[in-house]
């Protein structure tokens, strides 16, 4: 464990089932205040890997637990100076520091407005979790890495305990209890990758797909691909990739694949067909031997996992390969270029 990134990486089973033994009372009374409430719709206002959490929720809440959610658009109170409506609605803000002044901004007219509002933020005094009615606090620790890993995969964990506490479902919690082993599993599978990523480390381009709940997993994981390894990585659903980006993909471009068994991974996985007809090199971060069997390089995910806690677990291995791609090419992953701790958008 030379990096830090790595280290924290390796931290988050043991995140995940600290923050399940402390958080979930706190959790249940958000869902309390939540419910009192009753609001018509969920609004959700993050930036970074905190808008990928983002993604997760819009999923998981609108399958789990019934609610309309749209990802908010900080700039039209900050940039337009516009007063979207927020009267009826959940508004929740993510961000690991709580401290961008957009994302405040917003929950800020939220609260203006009458609507309920939730921050989910590793920092329980920021202004964010201020600025909110109730807040859900990470117990992921300090994060030193610059790109995130602990933090982003407790925040996923946050939204599936707040969904397990809006359904009251005690069956969910129980599958919670299984998750950090879950995770241990995902790291202990893909521990050392880097010899399947050397022959990638002149790859200045790649693709990530994912659908459906693993939509989220698809953007986080290439965003750590550019915060470590400065590579253009795109993330696309598989039925986005084939309205038109498909006609890029040639052998010069390698397409990392996220499909664990769900609903939703059957129309990935029929993508791989056209991929490999176009000698397209492919990472596969699944649980099916059929698909992995398919892959340049198989990145496996433990069996058995629910499939709404699913992207919880297979970002991890996107988190090695995205380490292991930028120690391949003589990059240090916890000092990427340009980039700080705590970044605040206006």
């Known amino acids: 464990m030379g990096t830090v990134f790595e280290r924290e990486i390796r931290e988050q089973p043991e995140v995940l089932a600290r923050q399940l033994e402390r958080g979930r009372a706190g959790v249940e009374a958000v869902a309390e205040k939540i419910r009192a409430a009753d609001p018509a719709f969920v609004v959700l206002a993050a930036r970074g890997s905190s808008d990928n959490a983002a993604r997760y929720a819009q999923y998981l809440l609108g399958i789990n637990d019934g609610l309309t959610v749209a990802l908010a658009a900080p700039s039209i109170l900050t940039v337009y100076g516009a007063r979207p409506s927020f009267g009826d609605a959940l508004v929740v803000g993510i961000s690991q520091s709580g401290e961008s002044p957009d994302i405040v901004t917003v929950l800020e007219e939220a609260k203006r407005q009458g609507a309920v509002t939730v921050a989910i933020t590793n920092a329980p005094t920021s202004p964010l979790a201020r600025a909110a009615d109730g807040c859900i606090t990470l117990q992921a620790g300090e994060e030193k890495a610059v790109a995130a890993s602990k933090t982003y995969t407790a925040q996923l964990h946050a939204v599936a305990m707040l969904s397990a506490a809006l359904s009251g479902d005690e069956a969910r919690w129980a599958e919670l209890e299984a998750l950090p082993d879950r995770v241990a599993g995902a790291i202990d599978l893909s521990a050392d990758v880097r010899p399947e990523a050397a022959r990638f480390r002149y790859a200045r381009r790649f693709v990530v797909i994912g659908r459906g709940l693993s939509y989220a ?80 390089v198989p990145l496996r995910l433990p069996a058995g996992v629910p499939e709404w806690l699913s992207p919880i677990v297979s970002v991890v291995p996107g988190q090695l390969w995205a380490l292991a791609l930028a120690l391949g090419a003589g990059l240090d992953p916890d000092a990427p270029r340009g980039l700080h701790k705590v970044t605040r958008t206006r």
Not at 236 to 250: E, K, L, T, W
Not at 262 to 277: F, K, P, Q, T
């Open 217 to 296: 997993s698809a953007h986080e994981i290439a965003l750590k691909l550019e915060e470590t390894s400065y590579v253009l990585a795109q993330p696309y659903s598989s039925a986005d990739f084939r309205h038109g980006p498909i006609a890029m993909v040639d052998r010069e471009l390698p397409i990392v694949l996220i499909a664990p068994t769900d609903r939703a991974s059957g129309d990935v996985v029929d993508l791989i067909d056209a991929l490999v007809a176009r000698e397209a090199e492919l990472v596969v971060i699944s649980d099916r031997e059929d698909v992995l069997a398919r892959a340049r």
